[in-house]
């Protein structure tokens, strides 16, 4: 018998003995029969994507999704079981603990609507989606009168649903990796809560007798297609248009050919399928890559100038030696037709590896990105743009600026590159800041040591010289709410 059932009978017995209790010696009261004893029906199930141990899971009292002050909660057991003690006649929300068929952390959210003994993905596509269970066991092939809101699917009795299980987690857990590593949003949790509400909203308007997950395990790619499209800009950021659309058919794509390896596995065996899951789900695997279109911007030899040398970013991974930091230079190369950005946002970050500890982060907030009729670069810094600065030194008064005058030209453009004038913009700052802030501001002028460096560039699809993706990086202003997400160069420079 697994724990679970133990725990249950347990607590259960606890239960009864209480009730039994309540009169004190269980002797009749006066006016004829027991006192009803009211025990509140406590809420038991089990949350699986695999079994889910160590999960929070609460009783979503108001409804609002988040774990607020009064509302009862409970911690799963070993095999996922929960049990919300004090009864609860809402929807339940789990989230946090392992997933034991992986180990690796469950790091979605799942919901169940009330009266359901299981919390699964499939549970959390019906909660405020307007799907019925008839539905959904109609969009997942399944027979008629399937009801996933009672069904273990971990426990081996019935396989093809913990395949669908399987595949709809992985859908949605890709969907909600790409998200966060396209928008720098680092609580995955939030991120797949919002990704599972519009995916169910989508696939409830689809829902009208049509097959989502066929009986032989295929995936309706052109209600994915819809699905996909239907979700919020999450594909389109860092995308021109007309790569969002390319995105959006590889992100299909990919997405169906994920989830088929769950749902067109001939196997029958449980720890197979784990082995199967542990590979897809692995936290350390790379987001899908849905820019790898025809038209993007490559980065010439995957190597940043920094003051006129060539210095490849592997080899600054490691750390490259300078004798000045006053120029950075970006070329690019054209590969086939990058549409053009209105806006892109550009930042540079310092911070320096011991030493006076110094950090200091510029960022322009508009930069005008196209290709010309002659197939050039063309990059302008538009009249309404402003530099936002923050230094700091461990002996000295933050700086804290914002410069709305760039006709001191921090971008320099040659010949499909650009270089960001790093001397231009401390003097600027200079020139900007008061008294008390200017021993501060001085202390990056001609600057020396050793420092991390972080270069990146929002809304253009710049790529590695062989097409692969960057992997996004994000720059925090310290100083403000503003930070810049995108393809990102990072390394060590030490300047002497
Ligand atoms: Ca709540």
Redesign the pocket.
């Known amino acids: 018998m697994p724990p679970t059932n133990k725990l249950f009978l347990a607590l259960a017995a606890s239960a009864a003995l209480t009730a039994c209790g309540g009169g004190g010696s269980g002797a009749p009261e006066p006016n004829g029969g027991p006192l009803p004893v009211v025990v509140p029906t406590a809420v038991r199930g089990v949350m699986i994507d695999g079994y889910v141990s160590g999960a929070t899971v609460?009783c979503?009292?108001?409804?609002?999704?988040?774990?607020?002050s009064g509302?009862v909660s409970a911690t799963t057991d070993p095999v996922g079981a929960y049990e919300l003690a004090a009864g609860c006649s809402s929807d339940l929300?789990g989230s946090g603990g392992t997933n034991t068929d992986t180990g690796f952390p469950f790091d979605g959210q799942l919901m169940a609507p009330v009266g359901s003994t299981v919390m699964t993905p499939l549970t959390t596509l019906l909660v405020g989606s307007g799907l019925t269970v008839a539905q959904l066991a109609e969009l997942l092939g399944q027979p008629a009168g399937t009801d996933i809101t009672k069904i273990d699917v971990a426990n081996g009795q019935n396989i093809d649903l913990f395949k669908k299980t399987l595949a709809v987690h992985q859908m949605l857990d890709s969907i909600s990796r790409l998200s966060a590593s396209k928008s720098g949003e680092t609580n995955l949790k939030a991120v797949y809560a919002r990704v599972v509400s519009d995916f169910a909203k989508s696939l409830a308007t689809q829902a009208s007798g049509s097959t989502f997950i066929s009986a032989a395990g295929d995936i309706n790619s052109t209600m994915l297609s819809a699905i996909v499209r239907g979700l919020p800009d999450i594909l389109r950021m860092n995308l021109s248009a007309s790569d969002a659309e390319a995105a959006a058919d590889a992100t299909v794509n990919a997405l169906a050919a994920e989830a088929q390896m769950f749902t067109k596995s001939t196997t029958t065996d449980l720890t197979a399928l784990a082995s199967l899951t542990r590979t897809l789900q692995n936290p350390a695997r790379q987001p899908l890559d849905v820019g790898a279109t025809t038209n993007h911007w490559a980065l010439s030899n995957d190597s940043l100038t920094l003051n006129g040398v060539v210095a490849r970013l592997s080899d600054l991974s490691t750390g490259a030696t300078l004798s000045g930091l006053d120029t950075i230079g970006i070329d690019l190369r054209v590969v086939g037709n990058p549409a053009s950005e209105s806006v892109s946002s550009v930042a540079l970050e310092l911070v320096e590896r011991g030493g006076e500890g110094r950090k200091l982060q510029l960022m322009i907030d508009e930069v005008s990105m196209k290709l010309d009729a002659q197939g050039q670069l063309q990059v302008a810094v538009p009249p309404t743009a402003k530099v936002y600065v923050y230094g700091y030194t461990t002996n000295g008064t933050e700086v804290n600026l914002t410069i709305a005058d760039l006709s001191f030209s921090p971008i320099r453009v040659t010949n499909n590159g650009f270089t960001l004038n790093y001397d231009n913009m401390v003097r600027k700052v200079l020139t900007n800041t008061d008294a008390s802030a200017r021993t501060t501001a001085e202390r990056f002028l001609a600057i020396t040591g050793s420092f991390d460096i972080k270069v990146v560039i929002d809304k253009v699809n710049i790529r590695k010289s062989d097409s692969s993706a960057f992997t996004n990086q994000t720059v925090r202003m310290t100083n403000t709410s503003k930070s810049v997400t995108g393809a990102g160069f990072t390394g060590i420079v030490t300047v002497q």
């Open positions: 609460f979503d009292s108001n409804g609002n999704g988040s774990f607020d509302e929300v």
